[in-house]
């Protein structure tokens, strides 16, 4: 618990910097500078780590990246995590471009992969190729089916709305959505490093709302869990959802449960915050699980009250946060 009495219970744990594709939002233009393997965490790393938050209390974590399957072993290190149920883990989930997910989803799924959320910004092909700068939408689209097939359900897909790139796609997202059980979440553009942020570029969740109603898409709100980032709707007639996340012009921070853990084993308890504990080098020099819990509650008892102590969206933008690919998206 940090000093504003919540309660954190969810870890969102990068397995790589890697990614297939080279997202504008997230990645620079030129890329970003990797951090040299032996600074990653290794799997035994990884594991010994996630027990200790397990063991805090953590009971739900989130694989991300980069793109988690860009690594060989993400069946074993998923089915490591699964081992750590017992201790009161309860879900494991991840985030994919869904690239190159769809061959390895029965193993991921046997090895106890819970749920999935897969990024997806736009529905027309050539647009694909400009946001990601790779050709790939019909793989991400034949993905989306086979994991609805395998039982996700609904899938999560997520989708960054950019102002005068893919606003225009909203309502074709509800068309997406009504037809097959997904929760398509439209998530506000968020400045990272290198990602070029503009304000011009932020549509207002309540802007994404009013334009979807005035087309004649009906939403109907869903009660949802206290510590949901999303304000969710099903949409009358259709199997699915949508949601709303407004990280930007609604924050939701008084009711942060999220903890997060870089690919290079640093510790953020806010996501726009430039802080991080190195747990990679306390684990190296010996730390006990208890010593590592009180690194984690040290930092939890530094963390503020909504976005590291800024006040506005300038504040965030002008800060030098890292690249989203290296923090784990």
Known sequence: MDGHRRKHTYLRLSLTERCSLRCGYCMPADGVKLTAAERLLK???????????VLAGVDKIRLTGGEPTVRADLEEVIAGLSALRPLGLQHIAMTSNGVSLKRRLPALQAAGLDSI???????????????CRRDALPKVLETIDAA??????????NAVVLGGVNDDELAGFAAFASSRPVDVRFIEYMPFGGNNWEEAKLVPAAEMQRRLLASGVALRPVETHAHDTARSFEIEGGQGRLSFISSMTDHFCSSCN????TADGNLKVCLFGQQEVNLRDALRAGATTAELHALIHAALGRKRARHAGMATIGDIARQAIRPMTTIGG
Do not use: C, M
Not at 45 to 50: D, G, P, V
Not at 258 to 261: D, G, H
């Open 117 to 131: 959320n897969i990024s997806l910004d736009t529905l027309d092909r050539k647009r694909f190729e400009q946001i």
């Open 258 to 261: 999220r903890l997060r853990v």
């Open 43 to 53: 799997p035994d790393e990884l594991l010994r780590i996630a027990e200790a938050f």
């Open 148 to 157: 609805i097939e395998a039982g996700y359900s609904p899938l999560k897909i």
